[in-house]
């Protein structure tokens, strides 16, 4: 008898110790072969989502709609009516708003609209309008940060520009006038005390690009003093993008690399090659750029490099044909492959593959939810 239960002892033990090397051996081929990993997520960890299994809203596809996504929700803005709805489909509120063409951001629980060539803007949070107001010259960017403080640039007829930083509270900070050069972007770091302005000054033959550190607290006593550091580009460059990351990391994209701009010195983190044919910066602590990759004759891949700036670590993704657009937001890539869309982590792993029947018009990322755009629906689902 006590025989018989030590073998069943010796038997239960090697079926464990069999399954755990399984694991073991299924964890590592999962890590480093691209092909097991496609398999688990698609059959094991179903990953793989199909049209038409989602939630949806219904679009009137000869209407004009404005969609968006900001927090938790979607909003969609159609005559002058802000619907917002959560990731099962179901409209959560609606604001009444006067814009007809807008221009969107979103931070955090914030969503800002203004009137593309206008003067109106909003911050909106959840269900409220926290300010409104008007801004002298014709609105063309908007900028909110994740504490609702906001950058507006507009054209002006006296000035190239004029810079807007206006706090949480729909109070303006400083006013920035540009004479000469033309603002590409301006973004307020983390902490609400920096306001960054992407300039371009293409009156001579070679483009001229600067960004320029202001101190808000400064602006406000002597203007002058209120400059912190300037990054004057080096060669024939154009600005693109600048991005506060974690830390009040400044990030700016040029046409053929990004950098972090730090301290008045200049560290060129990412080459963008020929083979690119998209970057983006919009992301926490990373920088991502796609390649176009020939697989067989006639047809392509796209290769998705991600590199962390605080380890300058650096992550690859392989998706199957050639990118439509490229979208990016907090952690989540998001790759618009025409028939199908990939959402990918920051670490170059899989979240979730969406399958359509026709082609995807747009993509939209909130903090936790996503919208697929077609003309007449938006399929949901939280990432």
């Not at 073998?7 to 694991?23: D, E, T």
């Not at 507006?152 to 050069?181: C, F, M, P, R, W």
Request: glycine content about 6%; charged content about 30%.
């Amino acid at each position: 008898m006590r025989e018989t239960k030590v073998k069943k002892g010796n038997f239960k033990n090697l079926i464990i110790l069999i399954l755990i090397i399984f694991f073991i051996i299924g964890v590592s081929l999962y890590i480093s072969s691209a092909e097991v990993r496609d398999w688990f997520d698609i059959y094991i960890f179903k990953k793989e989502i199909l049209e038409d299994e989602l939630n949806s809203i219904d679009l009137n596809s000869s209407e004009k709609n404005y969609v968006y996504a900001n927090g938790k929700y979607l909003a969609i803005l159609n005559n002058n009516i802000l619907k917002q709805y959560n990731s099962t489909g179901e409209k959560s509120h609606e604001l009444e708003i006067m814009i007809t063409t807008p221009i969107f951001d979103s931070e955090g629980k914030y969503l800002c609209v203004g009137e593309n060539g206008g003067t109106k803007i909003y911050l909106i949070s959840g269900d409220e309008i926290v300010w409104e107001k008007d801004v002298e010259g014709e609105i063309y960017r908007i900028d909110v940060n994740k504490n609702g403080y906001v950058c507006v640039i507009v054209k002006s007829k006296n000035y190239q520009n004029i810079v807007y930083a206006i706090d949480k509270d729909g109070k303006e900070l400083l006013q920035k006038y540009l004479s000469y050069t033309t603002a590409v972007k301006g973004k307020i770091s983390n902490n609400n005390e920096i306001l960054a302005i992407a300039e371009i000054n293409s009156s001579s033959t070679i483009i001229k690009t600067k960004v320029e550190e202001i101190s808000i607290e400064k602006a406000k006593k002597d203007p002058d003093e209120a400059i912190l550091n300037t990054y004057e580009g080096e060669g024939n460059f154009t600005i693109m993008d600048i991005e506060y990351q974690d830390k009040n990391q400044l990030i700016c994209m040029y046409d053929d690399h990004i950098s972090i701009l730090k301290d008045g010195k200049e560290e060129r983190i990412m080459d963008l090659s020929q083979n690119s044919i998209a970057a983006d910066i919009r992301l926490k602590n990373c920088v991502i750029r796609a390649e176009e990759e020939t697989s067989q004759l006639f047809s392509s891949d796209t290769k998705i490099i991600i590199k962390n700036i605080q380890n300058k670590n650096e992550h690859t993704y392989i998706a199957e044909n050639a990118l439509k657009k490229l979208y990016a937001k907090g952690d989540i890539i998001a790759l618009n492959m025409g028939n199908e869309a990939v959402f990918i982590n920051t670490n170059g792993r899989l979240i979730k593959k969406y399958i359509s029947k026709q082609e995807i018009q747009e993509i939209v990322i909130g903090e936790s939810i996503v919208g697929i755009i077609y003309k007449n629906k938006i399929e949901l689902f939280n990432i």
